[in-house]
């Protein structure tokens, strides 16, 4: 996730640390006021406070800090913050503490990964050039929590970047307050807008009532309201695949994949003898609780799919199996409601124990675009597994999934998970726009853009994935 600038900083998701109970009673402080609250009819909510300026002792050298402590926020688990411009980098430091819901104690310091501009939609885009998109750090994923402690230090930060999943420091500042020293020009500027995003992903409840939606997808995508009929706009794009009120794609054999394969192309698969991997199965949007009215109206597709971008979420390792559709929720909300995308980033999602989930809207075995590899998102898809894989070892059925989903759907499109394929770029930090650049056909996304992401731990996983993927194909 972090772009490898010399302003950067590293990614850290260390696992929350539980304080000792002197250090328990937190210095009372005024807690801001929320900016904003979106809630839906359906589930989950974002609360929004705004970062101001906190009482520090004013020591030589030391950076200007901005944060905000409140004890008394609703439920939420996921936290991010974000600014005005999306063109300005945050160039400091993120460090945020939670309550727990469940014991009441704080958290350590955990940090969270500031550069994020890696990801979204590619420049000149309709996405882009909304003017709803903001600035944004990677979320992080801190569990049920109801108390928030963050702040935010300009011009600090590691070079060499910080241990991805090293334990997080458990000291305890002073009580936050007004007052303190602004952020001066230079290195030291702070973007402006500077404001905590509190995500609750609410149950995972798939809407009873849902009108029906006979308008057919749109190529581009549309104005007008967001309404809950888009949940089965959403579903329909898989038929032929699952019911439209399924929660999940079923696997499928070797044999009956390549039939359906005949059946999509309106080609006989078998007389062609296709290099196609099974079908693995597939949580649907509706089976992780996709709240469909949140996203914009419609869908938008590429010409092909040529190559898939392996990416991790930089949201911790610290969730649970059964958690993950919560977290996929969580990142959902955030990258629309937060971020202003139309919809989360990814194609697709893996948890830690391998399941696969349904990402941006559009169709499992369509050529959707997303927003996942900033100047490579067009004849592409994006994979992300959902965790930290800096210093952290992805699971062998995280990377056995990536093997499977590849398998199939970059073999619906004919692409050899082991060859190489040339994609233009659309403009990034590694390559101008309109170069066409040679890249794997499975790659990380460091290979399109200059960025940490996936992470080196799953990044020296992909040629596992590559032959594994290829030898599904039956190559």
Known sequence: MRGLLTSSIGVTCAAALTLPPAVLNVPSAVAAPAERTTTTTLRGSTQSLPLTPRTRERVLGQAPELGVYSADVRPFSLVGVVWGNPGTALNGRVQVRTRSTATGQWSGWQDVETHNADHGADPGTAEAASGRVHGATAPLWVGDSNGVDVRVRAGEGDEDGVDADADADADVDGAPGPGGRPPVVGRDLLPAGLRLELVDPGDDTPPDDTPPDDTPPDDEPADGPRTNSEDDASAAVNAGLTDVDSTEIPALSREDTERELSELNDTDALL?????????????????????????????????????????????????CSQAPSV???????????????????????????????????????????????????????????????????????????????AWKLGLFGANPKGKTYLKSGGGNLYPKGKNVRLNVISGHRDGYATECPGAKLYAKLGSARTSSARLQGR
């Open 328 to 406: 996929i929720r969580s990142i959902y909300r955030y990258h629309v409601v937060s971020m202003g995308w139309r919809d989360i980033g990814y194609n697709f999602l893996v948890d830690k124990c391998g399941t696969i989930y349904e990402g941006r809207a559009g169709g499992v075995a369509k050529a959707v675009r997303g927003a996942h590899t900033l100047g490579f998102n067009n004849n592409s898809m994006g994979i992300a597994v959902i965790g930290t894989y800096g210093s952290h070892k992805p699971s062998a059925s995280a990377v056995t999934a990536v093997a499977k989903l590849t």
């Open 272 to 320: 062609v003898r296709p290099y196609i991997g099974p079908r693995p199965k597939i949580v649907t949007r509706r089976g992780w609780g996709a709240d469909e009215s949140l996203r914009e109206k419609g869908f938008v597709y590429t010409g092909k799919i040529k190559a898939a971008f392996v990416h991790h979420t930089a949201s911790g390792n610290g969730y649970t």
